[in-house]
């Protein structure tokens, strides 16, 4: 059986740098940092005060007031994201048969707003139990993926993908898959979490994972910078629009990149930390690259994990020169966390995102906030200090890794006819 091409043909992002895709672009391109103290809580009594959260969001200019009771924000994330994709490539009005369009979404956490939300109400009262009847319906994590499919009619396969921070990785490449395999011949795929909440700052806050520079948090997200001392908690949405190439040829559709390499593995090693030889990451990739039919001196650019954290960026890195050898200091490496922060299960996909605009505009996305590079990083590395750097970019490759030790890996192909 010989595997069907797929290709982009659709992009949404809402990120802490940028409500859209041209926004978030002309951010990354620009170095900017989303960190900033904390508005949607009180957050004055954690160690972490700051974080990376949208701006300027308000649910009521996308739903009506019914809807907003109805919606955990990763839903409504979710929803503004995909419909942006949905645009950008076409569906809004194309016709193309709904049972052939499905969706895979993921998401590390789902609802965390809406339980924390009904507990403390519970809490508060006199210990009678009432509970919102839509508590169940706005936590659960795949009810994204169902409410995208709603909106649209897409009738095609439709869940959620659940693997902490590799989940809308997984995500796309399972939609890859499925189109590969002719069980559809389009997908709406990606990731949203929106954890920025007591319940969210102060679980990662307890596990010591966050950085506390809180008089500087512009600064805080710092991957491979010898001064790091934790990722920084992000949310938002990335969607992009997935499709069988003949078929997007046949209805003109424009084509951003094509997906040629994915990869999955697992640490099986510890419950939070990788590999600190990053023996995952390397085999992640290495499927990547088999599965592309490339050798590693064919690639441009890897958008890594690169989370800010001691025990994270290093084992990557060592994962990186293993895989990629000498040509691993040709080809440009740069963190675009140092600015969105960490959007946890929605980090893949957005971080995709990045990898095709970078193809698209033959431009490296910086790594901000990297002034002291860590002794133990070989300075041989292009770690993309700063500024972006124009290059060439015909294959991109972008690394998510999750707890649990789950990794995941995809090619983006500048698109050839």
Same mark, same amino acid.
């Given at each position: ?42 957050? =004055?009594? +954690?160690?972490?005060? +700051? ?12 739903? $009506? ?6 919606? $955990?924000?990763? =839903? ?57 009847? +839509? ?6 994590? /795949? ?20 693997? @902490?921070?590799? =989940? ?6 399972? @939609? ?8 559809? /011949? ?18 990662? =806050? ?85 599965? @592309? ?84 990083? /070989? ?39």
């Amino acid at each position: 059986m010989e595997l069907k091409r797929v290709v982009i043909t659709g992009l949404g992002a809402l990120t802490p740098i940028g409500n859209n895709l041209a926004e978030y672009w002309d951010a990354l391109k620009n170095g900017r940092s989303g960190a900033a103290p904390i508005r949607s809580f009180d957050a =004055s009594k +954690f160690k972490t005060t +700051f974080a990376c959260e949208l701006k300027g969001f308000d649910g009521a200019a996308h739903f $009506d007031r019914k809807e907003v009771r109805k919606l $955990d924000l990763y =839903s409504q994330y979710a929803l503004v994201a995909a419909e942006q994709a949905v645009r950008d490539a076409g569906l809004a009005e194309g016709a193309f048969a709904h049972e052939r369009v499905g969706v895979v979404w993921g998401s590390g956490i789902g609802g965390i707003h809406t339980f924390w939300n009904e507990a403390e109400e519970f809490f508060k009262g006199d210990g009678t139990p009432r509970f919102n009847p +839509f508590f169940i319906p706005k936590m659960i994590s /795949d009810i994204a993926a169902g409410l995208i499919a709603m909106k649209y009619g897409f009738r095609g396969p439709n869940y959620t993908t659940v693997s @902490a921070c590799a =989940s809308s990785t997984h995500a796309i490449v399972d @939609a890859t898959n499925l189109i590969r395999l002719g069980k559809a /011949d389009i997908f709406v795929s990606g990731g949203s979490e929106a954890a920025i909440n007591p319940a969210g700052l102060g679980g990662f =806050s307890s596990m010591q994972a966050l950085s506390t520079r809180n008089d500087s948090p512009e600064t805080a997200s710092r991957p491979f910078d010898k001064d790091r001392d934790g990722f920084v908690l992000g949310e938002g949405a990335g969607a992009l629009i997935l499709e069988e190439l003949e078929h997007a040829k046949a209805r003109g559709a424009k084509i951003y990149a094509e997906i040629v390499g994915t990869g999955m593995t697992a640490d099986a090693y510890h419950l939070t930390a990788p590999h600190p030889e990053g023996l995952g990451a390397a085999s992640v990739m290495r499927l990547a690259l088999d599965e @592309a039919g490339i050798k590693p001196e064919d690639v441009d650019y890897i958008n890594v994990h690169g989370t800010s954290t001691p025990a994270g960026d290093l084992p990557e890195l060592r994962a990186v020169q293993q895989v990629f050898g000498e040509a691993a200091k040709k080809l440009n490496i740069s963190s675009t966390k140092s600015m969105t922060g960490h959007l946890l299960g929605a980090a893949g996909a957005v971080e995709s995102v990045a990898c095709i605009m970078a193809i698209q505009h033959s431009l490296i996305p910086p790594t901000i906030n990297l002034h002291n590079v860590d002794e133990a990083i /070989d300075p041989a590395l292009q770690l993309t200090p700063n500024t972006p750097v124009s290059r060439k970019v015909r294959y991109a490759l972008s690394n998510t890794f999750g707890f649990g030790g789950h990794n995941s890996s995809l090619i983006f192909k500048a698109y050839e006819a």
